[in-house]
């Protein structure tokens, strides 16, 4: 794989890249948060239908059981207009999640998403997100789908979640 981190790179923002040699995209976020926080932002169902994409959408979780070999369902609504998303939880870990992602506007273009969260040691943490899609062709309808912005606005309100304390290490 062509897409490698710099390890003295902060990334305040989202860097997304598209890999060379592999049809995916490479994610990469600091975030001042905890592996354990990002983890339970990823996994809780209430917290994720609240900082999931774009600020225009609105989530809704249909279906959520995560856990390793679990699935889910949750449909993001703008102005009437539905789009749903589904997969499953091959894997739930301490600092790993592997999930299957597919928008059901296509259902046959499903994507193995791998996120890692490392801790950096200073009250930081980094998260890559590894999609695999299933074609070039695929890959590149994802990244001109505007997944930027919903993964930008995205992470600014997982990062206003965190500076108000919603996911401190022990909240319920």
């Known amino acids: 794989m062509t897409a490698v981190q710099n390890p003295d790179t902060r990334y305040t923002e989202a860097a997304i890249e598209a890999d060379q040699d592999v ?21 809780d169902p209430e917290l994720f239908a609240q900082w999931v994409g774009p ?39 301490e600092d790993k999640i592997v ?10 273009a499903i994507a193995l998403e791998t996120m890692t969260f490392e801790d950096l040691g200073d009250g930081r943490t980094r998260m890559h997100g ?22 930008h606005e995205g992470y600014a309100k997982l990062d206003r979640m965190l500076a108000d304390g919603v ?6």
Do not use: K, N
Request: some cysteine.
């Open 55 to 93: 600020d225009s959408l609105t989530t809704r979780i249909d279906q959520w059981d995560c856990r390793t070999l679990g699935s889910y369902r949750y449909v993001s609504e703008r102005d009437g207009e539905e789009y749903a998303f589904r997969g499953t939880f091959p894997f739930v870990g």
């Open 167 to 172: 996911l401190a290490d022990g909240a319920a």
């Open 99 to 108: 999930q299957t992602f597919t928008w059901e506007g296509m259902p046959d």
């Open 130 to 151: 590894f999609s695999l899609c299933d074609s070039f062709e695929g890959r590149d309808g994802m990244l001109s789908s505007g997944m930027e912005v919903g993964v």
């Open 23 to 43: 049809p995916a995209v490479h994610i990469w976020r600091d975030f001042e948060a905890t592996p354990g926080q990002l983890v339970r932002a990823h996994t």
